[in-house]
């Protein structure tokens, strides 16, 4: 069963801390949402965990293994991915385009991307 810890992440920006020492465990199966107004940090602490941020202090461990310095690409793979709140990553992009600029995380070759993408957009019908 798969483990996602963090340890006491921060983040400071410009001499201010403004994430705090955040500490939480998510196993596998489990949902989990941060609330509170907006500015308090929900954001920048799912960047921090995903890896779009670095953060200042603190560790992201995947099954005990410290991935806070893996890039997003690494991360992705390891199952660690973050849902914008935005409704789409590229507004003026087609399904097609923006599941091929996804999925360029995973697939290399241009071919089995090319094939992946069309075996997705088969199976939701698109």
Known sequence: M?????VNLE???KKTKIIHGISLEVNS??????L???GAGKTTTFYMICGLISPSS??????GLDVTKDPLNKRARS???YL???SSIFKDLSVED???LAAQIFYKDKKILHDKVEQMLELLSI
Not at 2 to 6: C, R
Not at 29 to 34: A, D, N, P, Q, T
């Open 2 to 6: 798969s483990k996602l810890e963090i």
């Open 11 to 13: 983040k400071i920006i």
């Open 29 to 34: 199966g489990e949902v989990v949402g941060l």
């Open 36 to 38: 509170g107004p907006n």
């Open 58 to 63: 603190g560790k992201v461990l995947l099954d």
């Open 79 to 81: 199952g660690i991915g």
């Open 84 to 86: 914008p709140q935005e």
């Open 98 to 100: 923006n599941l091929l």
